[in-house]
């Protein structure tokens, strides 16, 4: 039938709709190989930011590894007949089997908290009020040896979870229409591309409030586990049971949109990578730069100079080109764009209140050099 957004729903899948023992195991199999490709030799052990007790973690960097090993046994799986389409028609179980996980997940995590020493709990998240601090987290890094709970679900079992399932919907609809529309190849490589940028600059994740700053509870394994994969995959989704007529000349114009949106957010984010790991990097060493008090310095021309985050305006420009090879009929293929909209604008303003717990006044000569967040001259 046709998609809709506002009205009634024709009908509420029952409970045996959502519950199967076949996603169970799926889920529990597709979680398990993340965990022992995780485990896997890394080509490279990066250090964490430093820790209230002035210690540093240590993380595997193999996560773009786990994706290409993923890739090839999903192929092989493939050759040998895995019908990797069927997975299209159990979204809807996966889905909940993986709230279920992250629900439970998340119990343990609350209660291992009791047992970790102050200084390894969250700055928020601790609030004694047990529902708030169950769902934003209380243990900042919590570990058992050296395997990290949030870093791993931040990076692999979802993100990786995410493309499988877009890739599971263009097999489905070759099936069904015998070959997958070009819609459905564009937001397929365009999302390939973010997440293998995403695994391949595994890294900077390490710098990330979450990662620094947010405990791991239900909202961020939730986020990571369930949200990431099964609504990230909606554009995909959508085309799977809407098929859109795109040709060539708009086709070419979108890619164009996703190489623009890549070209700031991958621009931007590897600007201040190279600034932060050597200021004096030949790449970044003629941009102009604001002193603060803590010695850190803040780049104010090049990327940095445009906007505040002009990581986000091209991530933004990215969400705006998934979107539009499903067309203009329908708000659902929309949703991401307007859902990431407001996520970007809150961590935007998160990060700002942080970036003025830090830096103080030169936080404000920066607002006065670039008065625009996202948005040159509008926001
Ligand atoms: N698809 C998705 O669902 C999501 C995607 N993302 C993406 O992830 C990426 C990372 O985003 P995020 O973690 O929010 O943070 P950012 O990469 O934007 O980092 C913010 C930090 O950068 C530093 N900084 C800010 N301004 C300057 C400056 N002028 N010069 C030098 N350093 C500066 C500050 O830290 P310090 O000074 O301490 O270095 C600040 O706290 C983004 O590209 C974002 O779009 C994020 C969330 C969700
Ligand atoms: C309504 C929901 C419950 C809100 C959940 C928020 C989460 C979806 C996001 C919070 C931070 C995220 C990050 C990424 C994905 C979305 C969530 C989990 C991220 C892994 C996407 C890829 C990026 O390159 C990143 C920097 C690795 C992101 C890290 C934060």
């Known amino acids: 039938g046709p998609a809709r957004l506002l009205g009634p729903t024709p009908y509420l899948p029952g409970l045996e709709m959502l519950w199967s023992q076949r996603a169970l195991l799926l889920w529990l199999t597709w979680f398990g190989l993340q965990v022992a490709l995780y485990l896997l030799p890394a080509r490279k052990v990066a250090e964490g930011q430093e820790l209230k007790d002035?210690?540093?973690?240590?993380?595997?960097?193999?996560?773009?590894?786990?994706?290409?090993?993923?890739?090839?046994?999903?192929?092989?799986?493939?050759?040998?007949?895995?019908?990797?389409?069927?997975?299209?028609?159990?979204?809807?179980?996966?889905?909940?089997?993986?709230?279920?996980?992250?629900?439970?997940?998340?119990?343990?995590?609350?209660?291992?908290?009791?047992?970790?020493?102050?200084?390894?709990?969250?700055?928020?998240?601790?609030?004694?009020?047990?529902?708030?601090?169950?769902?934003?987290?209380?243990?900042?890094?919590?570990?058992?040896?050296?395997?990290?709970?949030?870093?791993?679900?931040?990076?692999?079992?979802?993100?990786?979870?995410?493309?499988?399932?877009?890739?599971?919907?263009?097999?489905?609809?070759?099936?069904?229409?015998?070959?997958?529309?070009?819609?459905?190849?564009?937001?397929?490589?365009?999302?390939?591309?973010?997440?293998?940028?995403?695994?391949?600059?595994?890294?900077?994740?390490?710098?990330?409030?979450?990662?620094?700053?947010?405990?791991?509870?239900?909202m961020l394994a939730f986020g990571d586990l369930v949200w990431v994969p099964f609504t990230y995959s909606l554009q995909a989704q959508f085309l799977l049971y809407h098929p859109q007529p795109l040709r060539l000349p708009m086709a070419s114009v979108i890619c164009l949109i996703n190489a623009i949106g890549y070209y700031i957010f991958r621009g931007a984010n590897s600007q201040k990578d190279t600034f932060r790991k050597n200021p004096s990097d030949p790449r970044v060493a003629d941009l102009e730069t604001i002193s603060t008090a803590t010695g850190r310095q803040l780049l104010v021309s090049g990327w940095w100079g445009m906007v505040r985050h002009p990581n986000y305006l091209g991530d933004l420009i990215m969400a705006l080109a998934w979107s539009l090879p499903c067309g203009v009929s329908h708000l659902l293929p929309y949703f991401y764009l307007l859902y990431f909209t407001a996520l970007l604008v809150h961590r935007e303003a998160r990060d700002e209140q942080q970036c003025l717990q830090k830096y103080g006044r030169a936080w404000h000569e920066y607002c006065q050099r670039v008065p625009y967040r996202i948005l040159p001259y509008i926001y």
């Open 54 to 218: 002035k210690s540093r973690l240590h993380y595997p960097i193999n996560g773009f590894q786990a994706l290409v090993l993923t890739a090839l046994l999903v192929g092989l799986g493939v050759l040998v007949g895995l019908p990797l389409g069927e997975l299209s028609e159990m979204l809807l179980p996966l889905a909940f089997v993986a709230t279920l996980a992250a629900f439970i997940f998340s119990l343990f995590l609350y209660m291992k908290a009791q047992v970790a020493p102050a200084s390894a709990l969250a700055p928020g998240g601790n609030s004694g009020n047990p529902i708030y601090d169950f769902f934003l987290g209380r243990e900042l890094n919590p570990r058992i040896c050296s395997f990290d709970f949030k870093y791993f679900c931040e990076l692999r079992p979802g993100l990786i979870g995410w493309v499988l399932i877009n890739l599971a919907l263009l097999v489905q609809e070759a099936e069904l229409r015998g070959s997958p529309s070009l819609a459905m190849w564009l937001v397929n490589g365009f999302q390939l591309l973010y997440v293998g940028d995403a695994l391949w600059h595994e890294e900077a994740v390490l710098t990330t409030m979450d990662i620094t700053h947010d405990g791991f509870g239900f």
